[in-house]
DNA sequence: GTTTATCGTATTTTT
DNA sequence: TACGATAAAC
């Protein structure tokens, strides 16, 4: 592919842009914002823009500096820089924030307390560690759990806070319990253990840039050019990053769109590029308007759901291939009557799809959160139609693949804690809490690490003879391996390790359900470790690049979250469970803040936008949520789409308004307020009748939400439209 | 001392 | 439902 594109006209690439777009690929000089709409074009201007910078010798490919946020983005972006420079691409420094600042740390890990090999955790053992000091110190903590104290200590990382320099008024609620102290603590800890955390990589890397002024000046000089993906998703910590890095050429790139701002929760702030012009002095903002992704009536459905939104830079998406006589399909609403329903007559549709010639790779499925891919996955295998849930629980996070590498990770550093408490039992060989206990105390007293701990203790007779000989085995085992180490590869000491604990027997031995998938999966990791020459090169890899290899393969329909979809696109859209406390998501609504309902709108604009020709909304009026019926209105998000661009279908026997009538359906009707005056007279104590629950009595009513005491079906939350007056 | 069973509770998004 | 913490059984 790199010789079919190459062979084109040296300038093909510069020509095909529009007057924007060229703009802001030759604008190279500077500080520059580029505002860039949904499918406007972003990352051809990118890769256009580093492949300019290149073509015109402005700077080495090693003085070109680009960051992203996910993986994906910073795969692709290599791959079409490559399409046009070819393999000058490969020195251009092109990653994640995480994976660049953790080259930057590799090379000076020294200068923040840690050692050239330290391990990067991931937040299983971030939280597991935190647990331990919290144990360890005895602190009180007024019942806040260690999940939320975990994500306080990040949140100050995002914004680039160490635990000496926290402000009274961050701790918040949280200010009656010394949480700085122990933040304190779990940094110390994570020093000790040679260990970072995702926030640490950035934190740390930010400390050595504020406290080396050569080394600054070393990266400053180095990156003549730096370009930033996804601007709306820095956080404050690396917003301080780029600015250090960035002060000498000031040729800083950023794109970015603050209608698709949707990770505040992870730091994010929106702020960053709301201020770009005034933080960077005689800088230049282009905006890119023109889609090229989806049909005119796709974008009047986003533009209008997006203009409820008050916070924003404000831009205008038009079709550049607009024209009034094509205006594209109009949106399909569908409301049915319950979750399963809802699956089936998504899969039917996609059915419908595919026997009109579209092929399954076209379709994805957004869902607002993981678990709603369930009921899809479910209906799609009894369709026989191939799917693939991306963003799912991934391939490096599955049980046995992190037990595997624990073990690596023990093998390859005898003070990894963390890993070795992992796997000390694992599989079950008779050492429990009470020897683990004593091989913590002792190390601590003597401040050794967990495994020479276990060792020292092997010298006397502190452990039952049992015990002991286990114990043995494991240590002499794991300085077989370490011989190993440099002399076999990756693979081969896995498949050792493997062998030698017995895995495998284990789970066969083991006739759950799911045993077998995780053989398949430790066969499918020992085969993935083949192209890596050194374990410690793996093991960076593993914590940086969490996704496993997406596989080409065949064709097959996408399910994501729509967090995971930003950034790519496919014909059909579907767009299920718009209902209120699913989408918007209930703790968007509990949330004091304003800006969380708006960053759920974003979340449906980035919905919205993927779609090149056909949108699918579908909302259900009951949901079974733990094994407890629940109804819930539509969206509100539905109430802000254009209703002349809405094909609405209403499920026989799902009553609107107490009519049965969908043609006479309109969006309107979904606000309460006009939705209150056609609607039959209920009153408490009143005898009704409902399709699936049968009859029963009113016992309280709010708003349109109605309490009813079934004969048959016990008490349920019941929306009124759905009751009717018994004959 | 270790393993298994039961109970109760908290449920987003991800580098 | 699914996981984690605690209680009973091996």
Same mark, same amino acid.
């Given at each position: 592919m790199?010789?079919?594109i190459?062979?084109?006209?040296p300038?093909?690439?510069l020509?095909i ?5 060229r703009?802001a690929v030759?604008?190279?000089e500077?500080?520059?914002l ?6 406007t074009?972003?990352?051809?201007v990118?890769t256009s823009?580093?492949?300019f910078?290149?073509?015109r010798?402005l700077s080495?490919p090693?003085?070109v500096?680009a ?12 791959l079409?820089?490559?399409n ?15 994976s ?15 050692e050239?090999?330290?391990t ?5 053992d971030?939280?597991r ?9 005895r ?5 806040f759990?260690?999940?939320?104290l ?5 949140f ?5 806070l160490?635990?000496e ?15 700085t ?11 000790s253990l ?5 926030g640490?990589?950035l934190?740390?890397?930010?400390n050595?840039?504020r ?5 600054l ?8 050019y730096?370009?930033?993906d996804e601007?709306?998703?820095?956080n ?11 002060q000498k ?6 794109v970015?769109?603050?209608d698709?701002s949707?990770?505040? /929760?992870r730091?994010? !702030? %929106? *702020?960053?590029?709301l201020?770009?012009? =005034?933080?960077?002095?005689?800088s230049? &903002?282009?905006?890119l308007?023109?889609?090229?992704r989806?049909?005119p009536?796709i ?11 008050k916070?924003r830079?404000g831009?205008?998406?038009?079709a ?5 006589h094509?205006?594209?399909?109009k949106?399909t609403?569908r409301?049915?009557?319950d ?5 089936? /007559?998504?899969v039917? !549709? %996609? *059915? ?5 010639? =579209?092929?399954l790779s076209?379709i994805? &499925?957004l869902?607002?959160a993981?678990?709603q891919?369930?009921e899809?996955?479910?209906k799609?295998?009894?369709?026989a139609?191939p ?5 799912g629980p991934r391939f490096y996070?599955?049980?046995?693949i992190?037990?595997?590498?624990a073990?690596?990770?023990?093998v390859?550093s005898?003070?990894?804690d963390?890993?070795f408490?992992?796997i000390?039992?694992?599989?079950k060989r008779?050492?429990?809490e009470?020897t683990?206990k ?5 190390s601590? &007293? ?12 092997l ?6 003879p049992?015990?002991?000989k286990n114990?043995n ?13 440099n ?9 050792k ?9 284990i ?8 045993s077998q998938?995780r053989?398949?999966?430790l066969?499918?990791f ?10 410690k090169?793996?093991?960076d890899h ?8 997406v ?6 329909v ?6 995971a979809?930003?950034?790519s ?5 579907f ?14 609504l509990?949330e004091k803040r304003?800006?969380?309902l708006e960053e ?13 020709k056909k949108?699918y909304?579908?909302y ?13 209105l539509?969206?509100r998000?539905?109430?802000?789409l254009?209703?002349e661009?809405?094909d609405?279908i209403t499920?026989t026997g799902?009553f ?12 309107s009707d ?6 209150q005056?056609?609607k039959?007279n ?5 005898r009704?009748?409902?399709?699936k629950f049968?009859?029963?009595k ?5 708003n349109n939400?109605l309490?009813?005491k ?10 009124s439209?759905f009751v009717e007056?018994p004959?």
């Amino acid at each position: 592919m790199l010789i079919d594109i190459k062979n084109r006209q040296p300038k093909d690439w510069l020509n095909i842009l529009n007057p924007e777009q060229r703009d802001a690929v030759e604008t190279t000089e500077g500080p520059l914002l580029v505002l860039s709409g949904a499918g406007t074009g972003k990352t051809r201007v990118l890769t256009s823009r580093i492949a300019f910078i290149l073509e015109r010798n402005l700077s080495k490919p090693w003085e070109v500096l680009a960051v992203t946020f996910t993986n994906r983005a910073a795969k692709e972006m290599q791959l079409r820089v490559g399409n046009i420079v070819g393999s000058v691409a490969d020195s251009i420094w092109i990653g994640t924030f995480h994976s660049i600042a953790a080259k930057i740390l590799r090379k000076y890990p020294k200068l923040v307390g840690l050692e050239n090999d330290f391990t990067i955790l991931d937040q299983d053992d971030q939280l597991r560690l935190l647990k331990q000091i919290i144990e360890d110190n005895r602190f009180d903590l007024n019942n806040f759990s260690p999940k939320i104290l975990m994500s306080w200590i990040q949140f100050c990382k995002d914004k680039g806070l160490a635990p000496e320099n926290v402000p009274f008024e961050m701790m918040g609620e949280l200010s009656i319990c010394n949480v700085t102290d122990l933040y304190s603590k779990y940094q110390d800890k994570l020093r000790s253990l040679n260990c970072v955390d995702f926030g640490d990589l950035l934190l740390h890397c930010l400390n050595i840039f504020r406290d080396n002024e050569e080394v600054l000046r070393n990266y400053q000089d180095k990156f003549k050019y730096i370009l930033v993906d996804e601007y709306q998703d820095t956080n404050v910590c690396q917003y301080l990053w780029l600015r250090l890095i960035s002060q000498k050429y000031r040729n800083l790139c950023c794109v970015g769109d603050d209608d698709q701002s949707i990770y505040s /929760w992870r730091g994010a !702030e %929106v *702020e960053n590029i709301l201020r770009f012009e =005034n933080d960077y002095e005689n800088s230049k &903002v282009i905006r890119l308007e023109r889609n090229y992704r989806s049909t005119p009536n796709i974008l009047y459905a986003a533009s209008s759901l997006i203009s409820n939104n008050k916070e924003r830079l404000g831009k205008n998406l038009t079709a550049a291939n607009s024209n009034d006589h094509e205006k594209g399909d109009k949106l399909t609403l569908r409301g049915v009557w319950d979750g399963e329903q809802e699956a089936l /007559w998504l899969v039917s !549709e %996609v *059915e419908s799809l595919q026997t009109r010639g =579209n092929l399954l790779s076209s379709i994805a &499925v957004l869902v607002r959160a993981g678990y709603q891919t369930l009921e899809f996955e479910e209906k799609f295998i009894n369709a026989a139609i191939p799917y693939r849930v991306f963003g799912g629980p991934r391939f490096y996070e599955r049980l046995e693949i992190k037990d595997i590498i624990a073990y690596l990770r023990c093998v390859c550093s005898d003070r990894d804690d963390l890993a070795f408490e992992r796997i000390i039992n694992k599989p079950k060989r008779g050492i429990g809490e009470s020897t683990l206990k004593k091989i913590r105390t002792n190390s601590r &007293v003597y401040g050794v690490s967990l495994m020479q701990s276990s060792r020292d203790l092997l010298e006397t007779d502190e452990f039952r003879p049992q015990t002991k000989k286990n114990l043995n085995l494991l240590l002499v085992f794991f300085s077989e391996w370490r011989k190993n180490l440099n002399s076999s590869t990756p693979a081969d000491l896995v498949n050792k390790i493997i062998e030698d604990i017995g895995y495998i027997e284990i789970l066969q031995k083991d006739s759950s359900q799911d045993s077998q998938g995780r053989i398949d999966n430790l066969r499918e990791f020992s085969r993935s470790l083949e192209d890596w020459d050194t374990v410690k090169s793996f093991l960076d890899h593993v914590s940086l690049v969490m996704e496993n290899e997406v596989k080409l393969t065949n064709n097959f329909v996408t399910i994501m979250t729509l967090h995971a979809a930003k950034g790519s696109e496919f014909d059909n859209i579907f767009l299920p469970g718009w209902e209120e406390d699913v989408f918007p998501h209930r703790r968007s609504l509990d949330e004091k803040r304003v800006g969380a309902l708006e960053e759920e709108r974003r979340l449906a604009y980035v919905g919205l936008t993927r779609a090149r020709k056909k949108v699918y909304i579908s909302y259900a009026a009951n949901r079974r949520v733990y094994n407890q019926w629940q109804s819930n209105l539509p969206s509100r998000f539905l109430s802000e789409l254009p209703n002349e661009i809405l094909d609405i279908i209403t499920e026989t026997g799902v009553f609107i308004g107490g009519k049965q009538d969908s043609s006479s359906f309109n969006i309107s009707d979904l606000d309460q307020d006009k939705y209150q005056k056609n609607k039959i007279n209920l009153s408490v104590g009143i005898r009704i009748f409902h399709q699936k629950f049968g009859y029963g009595k009113i016992i309280s009513i709010d708003n349109n939400k109605l309490s009813i005491k079934f004969e048959k079906a016990g008490t349920k939350k019941v929306l009124s439209s759905f009751v009717e007056l018994p004959p």
